[in-house]
């Protein structure tokens, strides 16, 4: 099951005791559904869950007769599609305008006298969801979108979710193929809507995938830091000991400043060492810097060989 459907699953496990927060639920499942007039009342969903809610709830509010119907779409995951439909046009209109819709209105808004309180707009807003919502797995990326049929539903729907004191969310539109798009990016409003809407358990999954990801990202950069500065310094130690091979084969490392041949064969002789230890090895021992420093004038040295060679080949 994807993330989507086991969000979809915990949704449709929210308690419904109060009378008025099944009506929202339900009106907001039937508000966003495939089709809501009093001709027709129809969900379509690839959740079983929803489905079954969807069908408790007409029976439960209204003991309208509905009809079921599974079909296997073609994709590469098998997904089964639900169709839920109210079959009488009569029980259609008792339902449309039992939640105060007008018959020939031009277009469908959110009656809000069918959302009593808080806990309704959270009910509501569960109800939309569960009948036209989607989120992504957040091991991919964070993604919640409401897929709105129409205009004016998608708008009633943003300035509801604005109004949610609890969550500060801050819902975006666009339209896809025709279809109205509120979708939220933001890791911490996805997760506040979840646990807003009933769905906790989802909600923390999104944050210990969050987590992870920190962590990993964390990890990562601090290996890719050390391995910079491992290669920093495996470059730096061959570069000194090409310089003592150049010395050595000019001029022989005897021939050298007696402070510059013992680190030179120091070095020669302990490439692993850092700069810390060659100084402490050294009589009597010297700082890092002061290396640095002697090996610093062996390789200008060096390149002064090289310069003398190249003049000479010329």
Do not use: W
């Not at 959270?122 to 897929?147: I, M, T």
């Amino acid at each position: 099951m994807s993330f989507a459907g086991e969000v979809k699953k915990e949704l449709s496990k929210a308690d419904i005791s109060i009378n008025a927060r099944r009506v929202a639920e339900c009106y907001g499942l039937l508000l966003y559904s495939r089709r809501f007039s009093k001709e027709e009342i129809k969900l379509k969903t690839e959740s079983m869950c929803v489905a079954e809610r969807f069908s408790e709830h007409i029976s439960t509010l209204f003991g309208a007769i509905i009809e079921k119907k599974s079909t296997l779409r073609a994709t590469k995951e098998d997904i089964n599609l639900h169709s839920i439909k109210v079959l009488l046009q009569s029980d259609c209109q008792r339902i449309f305008t039992s939640f105060g819709h007008i018959p020939d209105a031009l277009t469908l808004r959110v009656n809000r006298a069918n959302i009593e309180d808080e806990q309704c707009v959270s009910a509501f807003l569960r109800g939309a969801f569960l009948s036209c919502g989607s989120v992504n797995d957040p091991q991919k990326n964070y993604h919640l979108e409401f897929c709105v049929p129409y205009k004016n539903l998608c708008n009633d729907l943003c300035t509801l979710m604005g109004e949610v004191a609890e969550c500060d969310l801050t819902p975006r539109t666009t339209v896809r193929n025709g279809t109205h798009i509120v979708y939220l990016k933001d890791s911490e409003q996805i997760t506040d809507l979840l646990t807003y809407m009933g769905a906790p358990n989802s909600a923390m999954d999104i944050m210990s995938a969050k987590a992870y990801k920190q962590m990993r990202n964390i990890t990562n950069r601090r290996i890719n830091s050390e391995l910079a500065n491992i290669s920093r310094i495996a470059e730096a130690g061959a570069k000194i000991l090409s310089a003592i091979d150049v010395i050595e084969a000019d001029r022989g490392l005897s021939a050298l400043p007696e402070n510059l041949r013992e680190v030179a064969e120091l070095k020669r002789d302990n490439p692993e060492l850092s700069l810390s230890a060659l100084g402490n090895l050294l009589n009597p021992p010297i700082s890092r810097s002061g290396v640095n420093h002697r090996l610093n004038k062996l390789i200008e040295l060096a390149d002064e060989i090289k310069q003398e060679a190249g003049i000479k080949n010329e």
